[in-house]
């Protein structure tokens, strides 16, 4: 048996396939990161507003939820090969269009707005089809989680680079290098799904309507709460803590008086963080425990945000910066790959796709709601008051994180409350 077999952490790249998908998706997302840096980037050396990243953070990712229905049942209806084929193709010309958009000196707020609100749809189809695509890409189902943490941990590592590099890239040769080179990576993806040589989909039946089938995803998690609470604590992380990236570039400015390449190393040491979270998880053996990890890394998602918030020393501030990266990575890996797992075939591409409501929803909004907050008390208290909820959320969800429950402990107390009050009322 090959070292690479007999590695925990490698597992998956047993399966050639998988070794192929994740090779493209690794080339693909250190675009995307840098296409994502460039683009906030370039709204606030135009508008020097933090509300404005608010709006340009929504406009990609709230379409994203607002299309995540059709999104999901495409997963399961249609070919999902052709479906992210299809998507790849739009990506390119989005990035052209946004690099040709600056090279010619034509940038405007609302161009770029409308760009990635297209960007937003994309993803809304591009996505689910994506995840989905893991279960027929890796050989042995029990490799699943350690593939799903591996893709996670390669997504974090372009978070660490991506940043970087297109902070370099920004203060050297400028904003449209950075949307080229992502449009090129978007061929590392159509490459490998060639190489993979993937069957023919299996004809899935259409005799019920979008709305419909999507539903029935819902139904399916009221008789799910073990996936039900996981998706409804990232909705609730989504809105209210992940979008502490929307006040980074303002730290990275106005508190450490730095520029572009500063704020790519904050994005590049959070990156990090991630990546040591999801080695962690690919590491661990199949089994239990991930809903522990899951509330252990709100808690350091929290400390290191009000740790962060109040550090006016670069080095020591990118120590927690790491410490946010490591909270960070858990909230969607933990939730995909329970959801993944513990998903019925025929209904995974649904359950994503709400899964998909909860993140580009809640995160986009949560997006416009610290820009707008932070324009009033302040970008680092801003930062602050996430820190306190993200370990708020930890304690009110510890029940169900941590003893088993298929309930928080909030929904637990009213439960007990009203179990007191029937036996009051007979005795």
Request: with cysteine.
């Amino acid at each position: 048996m090959s070292r690479l077999s007999e590695s925990n952490t490698f597992r998956a790249f047993r399966s050639r396939k998988y070794a192929l998908y994740f090779t493209g998706r690794s080339v693909s997302q250190f675009g995307t990161w840098m296409q994502r840096t460039a683009v906030v980037w370039v709204v606030y050396s135009m508008t020097n507003s933090a509300f404005l990243i608010g709006v340009t953070i929504f406009a990609e990712q709230f379409p994203s939820f607002l299309f995540s229905i059709p999104g999901g049942v495409a997963a399961d209806r249609y070919d999902r090969h052709k479906i992210i084929r299809i998507m790849q193709i739009l990506s390119v010309i989005q990035s052209v269009l946004m690099a040709l958009m600056v090279m010619t000196g034509h940038t405007a707020v609302w161009a770029i707005l409308t760009l990635s609100v297209i960007l937003g749809i994309i993803n809304a189809f591009d996505v689910p089809a994506r995840q989905a695509l893991v279960h027929e890409v890796v050989a042995d189902p029990a490799d699943l989680p350690n593939a799903i943490a591996l893709t996670t941990a390669m997504a974090s590592l372009a978070g660490l680079l991506g940043p970087v590099l297109s902070g370099l890239v920004l203060t050297t040769i400028g904003a449209a290098v950075c949307f080229f080179i992502n449009a090129a990576s978007f061929g590392g993806v159509i490459l490998s799904l060639i190489l993979m040589k993937l069957p023919a989909a299996p004809t899935r039946k259409k005799d019920k309507k979008v709305f419909a089938e999507f539903a029935e995803g819902f139904a399916y998690l009221k008789q799910s709460p073990n996936i039900g609470w996981m998706i409804v604590l990232l909705a609730l992380v989504s809105l209210l803590v992940l979008p502490y990236n929307t006040v980074l570039p303002v730290i990275a400015r106005e508190i450490f008086k730095g520029n572009a390449s500063t704020y790519g190393l904050i994005n590049g040491f959070i990156g990090a963080g991630a990546v040591i979270g999801t080695v962690y998880l690919a590491s661990r053996k199949p089994g239990g425990g991930l809903k522990k990890i899951l509330f252990v890394s709100n808690i350091i998602l929290g400390v290191g945000l009000i740790c962060f918030s109040q550090s006016r020393h670069f080095p020591l501030a990118m120590l927690f910066a790491v410490l946010v990266g490591f909270g960070s990575m858990a909230q969607f890996t933990i939730s995909n790959i329970v959801a993944q797992s513990e998903s019925a075939p025929e209904m995974r591409g649904r359950i994503i796709g709400i899964m998909l409501m909860a993140l580009f929803g809640m995160a986009p909004l949560g997006s416009l709601v610290v820009g707008a907050v932070s324009q009033h008390i302040g970008a680092p208290t801003t930062m602050l008051a996430q820190g306190v909820i993200a370990i708020v959320l930890a304690i009110v969800f510890s029940r169900f994180l941590l003893t088993g429950s298929s309930k928080p402990i909030v929904k637990n107390i009213i439960a007990d409350e009203a179990e007191e009050l029937v036996k009051e009322e007979y005795t």
